[in-house]
């Protein structure tokens, strides 16, 4: 080969640098949009098991039950009752919720309520007119 043939064999590192900072400026846009939709959608299925967990409530009470402050003994009983399957409770005998820090409380007055963790509470603008009954923290 002759070195006029050798000037075009491939890219130089200059244009390889370029695209992989254009690549890097086009991902630090996108990343943080995907994951607030992915957060976006894991509040709803907590809202989503926070109904569920109305539902379960409503039956064992119909049935006689007792339910306390949905606490590790109440999901025992769920359990035992046939309302809940062990494999929906953590280790701690609590339901596991998709988004870390947010968590179920009941009293007889208002029912299940989700509380939504405070690095989240953005999220709960998202959330429809149905959907943020069900929040504790929603305004």
């Known amino acids: 080969m002759e070195k006029e043939d050798l000037k075009w064999a491939g890219f130089t590192l200059l244009e390889l640098m370029v695209v ?22 894991a509040l709803k299925s907590d809202v989503q098991t926070a109904q569920t967990i109305q539902n379960i409530v409503d039956m064992y009470t119909l049935n006689g039950g007792v339910v306390g402050s949905l606490d590790s003994g109440d999901y025992n009983n769920f359990v035992l009752a046939g309302y809940l399957d062990e494999k929906d409770l953590g280790t701690d005998n609590i339901i596991n919720l998709r988004l870390d820090g947010n968590s179920l409380s009941y009293n007889s007055n208002s029912g299940v309520q989700l509380t939504v963790a405070e690095n989240y509470t953005d999220l709960i603008s998202g959330l429809d007119s149905t959907q943020k009954q069900w929040v504790k923290n929603a305004e």
């Not at 400026?25 to 957060?39: D, E, K, M």
Request: proline share 5%; charged share 0%; aromatic share 4%.
């Open 20 to 41: 992989v900072v254009i690549i890097g400026i086009i991902t630090s846009f996108v990343t943080p949009a995907l994951l607030n939709v992915a957060n976006s959608v």
